[in-house]
C-alpha cells in the first residue's frame, strides 16, 4: 500500500532561518505530489503541487519543493520563514493506477513554530 | 467563486440525533469528497463522489451516510453516532481534467464542520 512519511514531527524556527521539511513516499509508479498547509483554525490550503516537468516547483508565499524520483522524496523548502508561516503542513501523493482512481494519501504532518 | 463552503462551522449532537452536514462548491468540479480530521492527525478519506455517484465508501460505518444532490453539494448525514466520531468533517472537491478523470488534480478544501457527539 502507498504511504507518506514526514519525518519531522515539530520543527521549531527562529525568523530569518531557512526551512526544509521531509516528504518520502513508498509508490514506485506515476506520482502527483501536493503540499498543503493548515494554518491556525483555518482550512487546508495548496501551497504547491508537481505533475510532471521541471522537477522544482515554486508554490505560494515563497515556498518551492523538489521532486527527486530517485529518492521517492518532494521536500518542501523556504529560503528565510516567517512568523506567519506558523502552521501545519502536510506532504500528499496521489498514486496513478492503471484505470483506477487515486486516492490523495497524507503525511502525518510536520508542525511548524516560528519565533518572533 | 473559488472556495468550498461547508455548514455548520461547528455541530454538537447526542448519540440519539440525526443531523446533517452541507458542502458546496460552485467551481464546477465534479469529484467531491469527504475526510474525518481529528486533532493533531491528517485528513482520513471517508467518501468519494465522481458525477454525483458514489465511487469510493473507505469503509466507513453506516451511522455515516453521504449524499449527492446535485454536481454542487454534497451532504453528509449523521445518526446515532459515537463519542469517538467527534472530529472536524472536511469536504473538498477537485476539477475535471479534458480526459475526464479528476481524482488525481489538486483537492480544494472546505474550512470543515467541527462536530462533538455527547
Known amino acids: 500500500a502507498q504511504s507518506v512519511s514526514q519525518h519531522n514531527h515539530h520543527v521549531i524556527l527562529s525568523e530569518a532561518a531557512s526551512l526544509e521539511l521531509g516528504c518520502n513516499y513508498s509508490?514506485?509508479?506515476?506520482?502527483?505530489l501536493f503540499w498543503y498547509v493548515q494554518y491556525p483554525g483555518q482550512h487546508l490550503q495548496l501551497l504547491l503541487k508537481?505533475?510532471?516537468?521541471?522537477?522544482l516547483v515554486k508554490g505560494i508565499k515563497g515556498f518551492e519543493a523538489e521532486f527527486i524520483k530517485s529518492k521517492f522524496s518532494f521536500n518542501l523548502r523556504k529560503p528565510s520563514v516567517q512568523w506567519s508561516d506558523t502552521a501545519e503542513y502536510f506532504c500528499a501523493v496521489n498514486a496513478k493506477y492503471g484505470g483506477s482512481q487515486g486516492n490523495l494519501i497524507f503525511g502525518k504532518g510536520t508542525k511548524l513554530s516560528v519565533k518572533p | 467563486d473559488t472556495e468550498v463552503t461547508q455548514t455548520p462551522k461547528h455541530l454538537v449532537m447526542g448519540m440519539t440525533n440525526k443531523k446533517s452536514l452541507k458542502c458546496e462548491q460552485h467551481m464546477g468540479h465534479r469529484a467531491m469528497y469527504w475526510y474525518k480530521q481529528k486533532a493533531k492527525k491528517p485528513p482520513e478519506l471517508m467518501f468519494v463522489y465522481s458525477y454525483e455517484k458514489l465511487s469510493i465508501n473507505e469503509s466507513v460505518p453506516s451511522r455515516f451516510s453521504p449524499e449527492c444532490p446535485n454536481s454542487s453539494l454534497l451532504n453528509l448525514h449523521l445518526h446515532a453516532l459515537q463519542p469517538e466520531d467527534s472530529a472536524l468533517y472536511l469536504c473538498?472537491?477537485?476539477?475535471?481534467?479534458?480526459?475526464?478523470?479528476?481524482?488525481?488534480?489538486?483537492?480544494?478544501f472546505g474550512p470543515g464542520t467541527r462536530l462533538t457527539v455527547l
Open positions: 473538498a472537491s477537485s476539477p475535471t481534467t479534458s480526459g475526464g478523470a479528476s481524482f488525481y488534480n489538486e483537492q480544494f
Open positions: 508537481y505533475f510532471s516537468g521541471d522537477p
Open positions: 509508490y514506485g509508479g506515476t506520482v502527483n
